[in-house]
């Protein structure tokens, strides 16, 4: 007989069974935290798919400002790089022969409702999630900008390679930069919201 059966027949006691069945192992797989963040996560990710089209409808000419402001800043941007560079008055932008054309993808708006569902999904507070829409939005929409003056620079100067770099390589890199700024933001608010002495109590218990 082990030691903990000596113990158990002393004390009359037994040590709980662990939770069985459907029900048991649902709050246990909830329990944890990724794998509820990740159900949150894609949950978000649904009501984005659904109800994007509907909302859109409504938002035209709020998109329309959007692009012509992206247009602006580009613009702004590459000016000072090269005479070359000039846009017309319905936003088109050159770079020398070059032409691209500012559009609802351009603006960085798909981009940054995803690091939205990342944002609300993630098991933190409503102010700690404002924070990181008040910090990710901008950085968000800054990489856009330097995304749409290298994709100018690559039409001007090596043609042959834009639309594998606009379709493919930007298009993942986009992604990448959406994990970064969400995931530089996750490890600010766990140091926030988890000092030491937090940590310390966490390993003891």
């Not at 000596?6 to 006691?13: I, L, N």
């Not at 996560?41 to 329309?64: C, E």
């Not at 692009?67 to 008055?89: C, G, L, N, Q, W």
Request: proline share 6%.
């Amino acid at each position: 007989m082990t030691p903990e059966q000596d113990a158990e027949e002393s004390t009359g006691t037994r040590n709980p069974s662990p939770q069985r069945g459907p029900t048991g192992r649902l709050r246990a797989f909830w329990a944890d935290p990724t794998y509820r963040f990740a159900v949150v996560f894609l949950l978000y990710l649904g009501l984005i798919a659904v109800g994007y089209p509907k909302l859109r409808v409504h938002m035209g000419p709020l998109l329309k400002i959007a692009e012509d402001a992206t247009a602006e800043i580009v613009y702004a941007v590459m000016r000072p790089f090269s005479s070359e560079v000039h846009m017309t008055k319905d936003k088109w932008i050159f770079f020398g022969p070059f032409v691209v054309s500012i559009i609802e993808e351009c603006t960085g708006l798909y981009e940054a409702l995803l690091l939205s569902a990342a944002l609300l999904a993630f098991p933190t507070t409503w102010h700690k999630a404002l924070l990181g829409f008040v910090i990710g939005f901008p950085m968000i929409y800054a990489m856009n900008i330097l995304r749409i003056c290298l994709l100018l620079v690559i039409g001007r100067y090596m043609g042959r390679s834009f639309d594998f770099i606009h379709v493919y390589f930007w298009q993942v890199t986009m992604i990448a930069m959406v994990a970064s700024t969400w995931l530089v933001w996750v490890i600010w608010v766990v140091r926030r919201d988890y000092g030491p002495a937090d940590a310390a109590s966490g390993q003891e218990s």
